[in-house]
């Protein structure tokens, strides 16, 4: 029976001393860029599969992967949830989650890593429009969105990992420009999420079909007081 000490669980990597030690960091929400398919890649396969314990406990840790960022007080778009809607799961599906069971399953398809990052930098927009700030890769992600905010090594393999920070990333809460309502058919509400080049901070879209929104209402005024 393998056990853990209760010093190397407590402890805080370095990956999250540095998000945590960001400005406002509590406001913003992070994204693990496929965290199974790197282990596999970049972990388990290297060692035929006999990575030790502390190098499985290491690349966990640092990577902050399914709910483990919890730990931290950190908050992520990914992870388990027995109550996430189906809605949210075809969201995470398309900017390549691969802790999703149901929907597309885009992350588990038959694209090369480089197709699949290009895909991903191509779902940026709904990534900022979920709040992301903060995205952890073993890959390099090269796009003007992105700076590299933090470079790191996990693991006694020394493997590098990668924090960027998206300068796109909307706020969570944030006065709409203006405002168009989505259709309640859950398909034809993806398809228009996933229309290119949308701008989610020119243009905030609602799930509310019943909404009457008065076409003056549609678009923000010149001067908004809040009070």
């Not at 999250?16 to 509590?26: C, M, R, T």
């Not at 990668?162 to 944030?174: A, D, M, Q, S």
């Given at each position: 029976?393998?056990?853990?000490?209760?010093?190397?669980?407590?402890?805080?990597?370095?990956?999250?001393?540095?998000?945590?030690?960001?400005?406002?960091?509590?406001?913003?929400?992070?994204?693990?860029?496929?965290?199974?398919?790197?282990?596999?890649?970049?972990?388990?396969?290297?060692?035929?599969?006999?990575?030790?314990?502390?190098?499985?406990?290491?690349?966990?840790?640092?990577?902050?992967?399914?709910?483990?960022?919890?730990?931290?007080?950190?908050?992520?778009?990914?992870?388990?949830?027995?109550?996430?809607?189906?809605?949210?799961?075809?969201?995470?599906?398309?900017?390549?989650?691969?802790?999703?069971?149901?929907?597309?399953?885009?992350?588990?398809?038959?694209?090369?890593?480089?197709?699949?990052?290009?895909?991903?930098?191509?779902?940026?927009?709904?990534?900022?429009?979920?709040?992301?700030?903060?995205?952890?890769?073993?890959?390099?992600?090269?796009?003007?969105?992105?700076?590299?905010?933090?470079?790191?090594?996990?693991?006694?393999?020394?493997?590098?990992?990668?924090?960027?920070?998206?300068?796109?990333?909307?706020?969570?809460?944030?006065?709409?420009?203006?405002?168009?309502?989505?259709?309640?058919?859950?398909?034809?509400?993806l398809e228009e999420v996933l229309k290119p080049n949308r701008d989610f901070?020119?243009?905030?879209?609602?799930?509310?079909?019943?909404?009457?929104?008065?076409?003056?209402?549609?678009?923000?005024?010149?001067?908004?007081?809040?009070?």
């Amino acid at each position: 029976l393998q056990s853990l000490s209760a010093a190397t669980f407590e402890a805080v990597p370095e990956s999250a001393q540095f998000i945590l030690g960001q400005p406002e960091s509590e406001l913003y929400r992070v994204y693990t860029l496929f965290y199974c398919s790197s282990k596999f890649r970049f972990l388990d396969a290297p060692l035929l599969g006999r990575a030790s314990q502390d190098d499985q406990i290491a690349f966990l840790h640092d990577l902050m992967p399914v709910n483990s960022n919890l730990r931290y007080g950190i908050q992520s778009i990914d992870g388990y949830d027995n109550f996430m809607t189906r809605r949210t799961v075809n969201l995470l599906d398309e900017v390549l989650s691969e802790t999703m069971t149901s929907g597309n399953l885009i992350a588990e398809s038959r694209l090369t890593s480089e197709e699949k990052i290009a895909l991903f930098l191509e779902r940026l927009p709904i990534v900022s429009m979920m709040n992301v700030k903060y995205i952890l890769s073993l890959y390099k992600l090269e796009d003007s969105r992105l700076s590299l905010a933090w470079e790191g090594k996990t693991t006694s393999r020394q493997i590098s990992f990668y924090i960027y920070e998206n300068k796109t990333v909307l706020p969570r809460f944030y006065l709409a420009k203006s405002v168009a309502v989505l259709p309640e058919d859950e398909t034809k509400m993806l398809e228009e999420v996933l229309k290119p080049n949308r701008d989610f901070g020119a243009e905030t879209l609602l799930e509310c079909e019943d909404c009457k929104i008065p076409e003056a209402s549609r678009q923000a005024p010149d001067d908004l007081q809040v009070i």
